[in-house]
């Protein structure tokens, strides 16, 4: 049996109680963007990205996985995302297809990814006793996207 379940949030205060529930209802946390978090401050100032990962990983007692690089950029503990050099390459190509073909951009066919890139952050697989595939491990640190 496998339950999905997704929240959105708006603002620190939400997120932390997120987190927290995710602690106790989860088995893993899946992180996507965490980017317009606003602050607890009357201000609602855009909390840095790098803060609200910090509360995070000092609270989360679930290993996380997301779905951009940046999240183990900014503290997480493993990320697969879509690789930026093939994301280049297809739009050049379906800007070709656009200029010099004449085709309609509305009838350009829908892509799916084929290249993806491993983000790991050791201390944190190491303190939820997670083990990756050793290809992941290589790959991360051919790609200079392995941390400590």
Do not use: C
């Amino acid at each position: 049996h496998m339950e999905i379940t997704s929240e959105s949030v708006a603002d620190f205060a939400a997120w932390k109680h997120a987190i927290l529930r995710a602690n106790e209802r989860a088995d893993v946390v899946l992180f996507s963007l965490y980017h317009t978090i606003y602050g607890e401050s009357v201000a609602r100032e855009v909390m840095a990205p790098e803060a609200i990962m910090q509360w995070t990983h000092e609270h989360l007692t679930k290993p996380g996985v997301g779905g951009w690089g940046f999240y183990v950029e900014h503290g997480g503990m493993m990320a697969i995302g879509v690789s930026a050099y093939e994301q280049g390459e297809e739009a050049a190509r379906l800007a070709t297809l656009i200029i010099d073909e004449g085709r309609a951009p509305a009838k350009l066919e829908i892509r799916q990814s084929k290249q993806f890139l491993i983000y790991l952050r050791e201390s944190l697989l190491s303190r939820y006793g997670v083990t990756v595939p050793r290809i992941y491990e290589a790959f991360a640190r051919a790609n200079d996207h392995y941390y400590p």
